[in-house]
């Protein structure tokens, strides 16, 4: 059964890059894509974007010019960059595989990441 | 791109049905079969529970549905059972290759 495990600082300070990994066990991450989401408190879950093994991703037109995904498939990693933070990018941030349907089958149990000095 | 139109609660006794309704476009739902939705419980990650409007995976309960009208999505939950208590999201796949969630939908079991 696939498991997945999101990391980085809990802590980043605003205009500076929140960065986080992924990693995969129980699953070869060349066989799927794999997805960003989050969710500020009290709010809902809102789409990152995904990746797939070869290196090909889409990112929300929301967030797109702060986004960057990237992919190791040596580790079975996969991370994520978002610059310029503000206090809105305060939230949970889960990593997930997208599987049938495009649908996020499996997920991390989420990390929580603020946007504080 | 706004988000998906959810119902902000639901609520229903035990052995009740109920139905959380999704709206969309014809960008999103309306265009695709790829609508699934989650069960969030506070603290928990998101879980699973329809996939391509109405498909189940494995493990979930037949308990819960899933149909599509035009730009509206539908969960429904038959034999309402306490534990069935959580914030439910809809999401679907959009014409901009990206995913979109709904708002979510708190269900109080009475």
């Known amino acids: 059964q696939v498991q997945l495990q999101e990391s980085g600082p809990g802590l980043v300070k605003p205009s500076e890059t929140l960065s986080l990994t992924c990693t995969v066990s129980?699953?070869?991450?060349?066989?799927?894509?794999w997805a960003w989401m989050r969710q500020p408190a009290g709010r809902g879950l809102e789409w990152i974007g995904r990746?797939?093994?070869?290196?090909?991703?889409n990112n929300s037109p929301s967030l797109k010019s702060r986004v960057t995904l990237s992919i190791e498939p040596s580790n079975n990693q996969f991370f994520l960059r978002l610059t310029s933070v503000t206090a809105a990018d305060t939230a949970v941030y889960y990593c997930?595989?997208?599987?049938?349907?495009?649908?996020?089958?499996?997920w991390g149990q989420g990390t929580l990441v603020i946007v504080s000095s | 791109q706004s988000a998906l139109t959810q119902p902000a609660s639901v609520s229903g006794s035990p052995g009740q049905s109920i139905t959380i309704s999704c709206t969309g476009t014809?960008?999103?739902?309306?265009?695709?079969?790829?609508v699934s939705w989650y069960q969030k419980y506070p603290g928990k990650a998101p879980k699973l529970m329809i996939y391509?409007?109405?498909d189940r995976p494995s493990g979930v309960s037949d308990r819960f549905s899933g149909s599509k009208s035009g730009n509206t999505a539908s969960l429904i939950i038959s034999g309402l059972q306490p534990e069935d208590e959580a914030d439910y999201y809809c999401?679907?796949?959009?014409?901009?290759?990206?995913?979109?969630f709904g708002e979510g939908t708190k269900l109080t079991v009475l």
């Open positions: 997930a595989r997208e599987g049938a349907g495009r649908s996020a089958d499996s």
């Open positions: 129980g699953d070869y991450i060349g066989t799927y894509n």
């Open positions: 990746i797939h093994a070869s290196g090909s991703s």
């Open positions: 014809t960008s999103d739902i309306g265009n695709y079969k790829y």
């Open positions: 391509d409007v109405s």
């Open positions: 999401s679907s796949y959009t014409t901009t290759d990206s995913r979109i």
